[in-house]
């Protein structure tokens, strides 16, 4: 009966013994062809000891490997990522791998899974030191540098993994990301193509910063490139310095501290760089944006120059503060939107993508298996969201420019209108320069042309036109007479009774053309009333010369033009002895002088009393009207 308990017990604290050690700390590769060219994720129960640097031959010893009881070292299995439980201090980790290739060399990286100083120890043999290593803050300075770890598995296959891990600077510290290995060569191409991915990102926020300050420098006024060029810079900083790849590999051995900080700012200058620039791409104008401006730039001024530790320790209240400022931007981007809309609406999107990236690679996937992979894809979202701004500002510009050049036509035409009113000759004649405002007052003297048009006995026709019919009567004859004139070169300067002044800038003999235009087209109109009018009215015309100061008169509000001359009297005069000759055109002998080389009428010479004086003027006959054979005219 004794001998029947005391197997029972035995049995029962062997059975006690393997139960304890059912749940091994390791992983069994079924294909050991598997590593060859994939990676083997040891994402596995890892044996756990805070406070303790037990030395790799507790686990591996001459050759073969060692199964222990936990409870002998005061130490647990946990599952990976997992923090050194004092946040501050040290520990080992510890696992295994078997059914590998035996006596092949496989490699691991270290810089993006451990935080802040591991050593590592392979097969109870030390591969990788990284001569920080401490169980107590003895004011080293913890370093990271881009390092490929190799090491050889026995000639069982079997690879132990034994790291001492420390902090002494951040607020977490231990394995926070699952480690990783492969074949040496395969891990290799890894690195490489990391560094090419990297560097791609990198080539292509450059690429987009020099395509910015390209168009900045044809568009300088256009200050929103200017921070779109210093949010894609900084980009480059975030995607060369976040995980310490890129930097690390350049940087063979740079302090932790120095590369957090370097991270952390770049990652905090996001959201004040893109609040300059979505505010200056919009035009936006907004209450708190200065405050909004200066916290934004308050946050990595602080991360930049508090301690290591402090910055570690507060790090998440920063990002929380600028995730708000985010969606407080998002919010005052919604309330201003303007033409075109959809603009506004892409971009709050882009920046709410953006900030979910951030949230999912930073935040999420780093206490996950799948951390490598979200820290990749935030690193394509900040490519992609340079890239999306900068098609955005495209998209503004080809709008803005579509907007001014439909202001343009619209000036253009308000322009044209207003030449109606002032003749684009009398803006000629002041010849002001074009930054300056026309005002009241501004005139200039010039030789001109002077041609009076006039309707004799118009009064006769009061008795058998209403008043409508007569003012559209009028409105026909001064339309008429505006566009011979404008076809001549000339302007009208006044609007008689029933007549018009007529001015051209130049000594020309287009006068005399106009003059004869004028008779033809006026006599055409008239004649659509002959059925009402017994005797036709006639058009009296005179020519004079001389010099015409014309200018503005009026104030700010209501100008018009005018021309003022002694010239303009002497020509009304000659208009109105037209009655007296029995003539229809009138030039003075100061005028003919410019106008011999005309050949469109005949200049017959008669004098005249003008002004008191018998003075020397010309009939104007049209060939058309008289009996004089082409000859004869030559």
């Given amino acids: 009966m004794k001998r029947k308990i005391l197997l029972f017990i035995n049995l029962l604290f062997i059975s006690f013994l393997l139960f304890s050690q059912t749940e091994k700390s390791e992983i069994f590769v079924e294909n050991s062809l598997y590593p060859e060219n994939h990676y083997v994720l040891l994402n596995c129960k890892w044996d756990f000891f805070e406070s303790k640097f037990l030395s790799p031959v507790v686990f591996y010893e001459n050759d073969r490997t060692v199964d222990i009881n936990l409870d002998w070292f005061d130490g647990k299995q946990v599952s990976l990522p997992y923090e050194i439980e004092s946040k501050k201090g040290f520990a080992t980790y510890h696992c295994r791998v078997q059914n590998l290739k035996p006596e092949t060399m496989y490699a691991i990286t270290l810089y993006k899974s451990i935080y802040t100083c591991a050593d590592l120890y392979v097969n109870g043999k030390q591969v990788y030191n990284c001569n920080t290593l401490s169980a107590e803050n003895k004011g080293k300075k913890a370093n990271r540098n881009y390092t490929l770890v190799s ?51 990198a080539g292509v926020l450059l690429l987009l910063a020099f395509y910015n300050l390209l168009i900045f420098i044809l568009n300088s006024n256009q200050k929103m490139l200017l921070f779109l060029i210093l949010l894609c810079l900084d980009l480059i900083v975030v995607g060369c310095s976040l995980d310490f790849s890129l930097i690390g590999y350049f940087l063979v051995e740079i302090k932790i501290a120095l590369a957090f900080k370097i991270t952390l700012t770049s990652l905090a200058l996001i959201i004040p760089l893109y609040n300059l620039y979505a505010v200056n791409l919009y035009g936006i104008k907004f209450k708190w944006n200065i405050v909004a401006i200066i ?66 690679g ?36 080809d709008f803005e420019s579509d907007r001014i050049r439909k202001m343009l036509n619209v000036y253009e035409s308000l322009n044209l209108s207003y030449t109606r009113f002032i003749p684009k000759q009398v803006i000629n004649c002041l010849q002001v320069e074009k930054s300056k405002e026309i005002e009241p007052g501004d005139n200039s003297t010039c030789e ?41 070169g000339g302007f009208i300067s006044a609007y008689l009774n029933f007549g018009v002044v007529i001015i051209f800038p130049e000594h020309t003999d287009a006068v005399c053309r106009c003059a004869l235009e004028i008779q033809k087209r006026t006599k055409s109109v008239l004649l ?56 229809d055109m009138l030039i003075s002998e100061d005028a003919l002088v410019y106008c011999r080389s005309f050949t469109g009428c005949l200049f017959e010479g008669v004098l005249a009393d003008i002004n008191g004086n018998n003075s020397l003027v010309y009939k104007m006959i049209p060939f058309d009207n008289n009996k004089f054979s082409v000859e004869e005219r030559v």
Wanted: proline share 3%; charged share 15%.
């Fill in 151 to 201: 090491f050889m598995s026995d000639k069982n296959g079997i690879l132990d993994f034994v790291f001492h891990v420390s902090n002494h600077e951040l607020s977490r510290g231990g394995i926070l990301l699952v480690p990783k290995f492969a074949e040496e060569h395969f891990m290799k191409q890894y690195m490489l193509k990391q560094i090419a991915f990297e560097i791609l990102i």
């Fill in 295 to 360: 916290i934004d730039f308050l946050i990595p001024l602080l991360i930049a120059v508090l301690p290591m530790p402090v910055v570690s320790n507060i790090i998440g209240y920063f990002m929380l503060a600028l995730y708000i400022m985010s969606i407080y931007l998002c919010c005052i981007i919604q309330k201003n939107k303007k033409e075109p809309d959809y603009i506004y609406s892409l971009n709050i999107f882009i920046i709410i993508a953006m900030l979910l990236s951030a949230a999912y």
């Fill in 362 to 397: 930073l935040v999420f996937a780093q206490s996950r298996p799948e951390g490598n992979k979200g820290v990749t894809l935030f690193k394509l979202s900040i490519m992609l969201f340079a890239f999306t701004q900068t098609m955005l500002a495209g998209i503004k510009r």
């Fill in 448 to 488: 001109a042309m002077i041609l009076i048009a006039d309707i004799r006995n118009f009064e006769s026709l009061e008795s058998i036109f209403s008043k409508e019919g007569k003012f559209y009567m009028l409105s026909k004859y001064y339309e008429n007479i505006a566009n011979v004139v404008s076809e001549n």
């Fill in 528 to 583: 659509n009333y002959n059925n009402k009018i017994s005797v036709l009215p006639k058009i009296q015309i005179g020519i004079h010369c001389g010099k015409v100061a014309v200018g503005f008169m009026g104030n700010s509000k209501n100008m018009s033009s005018v021309a003022c001359s002694d010239v303009l009297v002497q020509a009304l005069l000659i208009c109105s002895k037209n009655k007296d000759i029995e003539s």
